[in-house]
């Protein structure tokens, strides 16, 4: 993946993982449920993944 839009609750987060190299546990964090799976909903698009629902994410994805 190149880019990341993972999206909790309100807040939502966008990583150009090219450029910044996030640590490990940190990229887990953002992209697993307390269940420790993948959250829901998440899409693939090309290089980019999109994990959670952030409404501009999906249109700058989608749009």
């Given at each position: 993946?190149?880019?990341?839009?993972?999206?909790?609750?309100?807040?939502?987060?966008?990583?150009?993982?090219?450029?910044?190299?996030?640590?490990?546990?940190?990229?887990l964090a953002l992209i697993l449920g307390p269940s420790?799976?993948?959250?829901?909903?998440?899409?693939?698009?090309?290089?980019?993944?999109?994990?959670?629902?952030?409404?501009?994410?999906?249109?700058?994805?989608?749009?």
């Amino acid at each position: 993946m190149d880019v990341l839009y993972a999206a909790k609750g309100k807040k939502a987060v966008r990583l150009d993982l090219k450029k910044e190299k996030p640590a490990k546990a940190d990229l887990l964090a953002l992209i697993l449920g307390p269940s420790g799976n993948l959250r829901a909903p998440a899409i693939r698009k090309g290089r980019t993944l999109i994990v959670g629902f952030d409404e501009v994410a999906y249109k700058k994805v989608f749009g």
